[in-house]
């Protein structure tokens, strides 16, 4: 078992050495690949439950930063597309943009815009 792991140690140190192994490009195309569908909150989960230390997790979250109320918007009317017609409604569309990642703030601006202009979002939407 010590010579495996050992084996294990020396193919990876190898593999980092050559480039092949690289902690900041495995956490850019975790983010690329799933910020479509999640807010900063929960990629951030993602990647600290894959151990990439603080500040690379704080730099690969920029990138997703600037686009978090587009993604929003996109995750919505892709689920839901029209607005909510009760309070009840509301409460579950709000829940599931929460549970998704996305920030109180972003996802209370989402529902706001679908509330006052229902059309606003979708058009927004065809717009990126």
Known sequence: M???????????DEL???GLLNDE???????????????SRRLKQMLQARSFDADLVSSSLQQ??????????DVWQR???QA???LRERAR????????????????RVMKEALTHPSAVSEQDDDA
Do not use: I, N, T
């Open 2 to 12: 010590a010579d495996l792991k050992a084996e294990l140690a020396r193919v990876l």
């Open 16 to 18: 980092e050495s050559h």
């Open 25 to 39: 490009r495995a956490a850019g195309a975790l983010v690329l690949a799933k910020s479509p569908r999640y807010g």
């Open 64 to 73: 997703a930063a600037g686009s978090e109320l587009e993604r929003a918007r």
């Open 79 to 81: 689920r839901f597309g």
């Open 84 to 86: 909510p017609c009760d």
């Open 93 to 108: 569309q709000h829940r599931f943009l929460s549970a998704r990642g996305f920030d109180a703030g972003v996802v209370e």
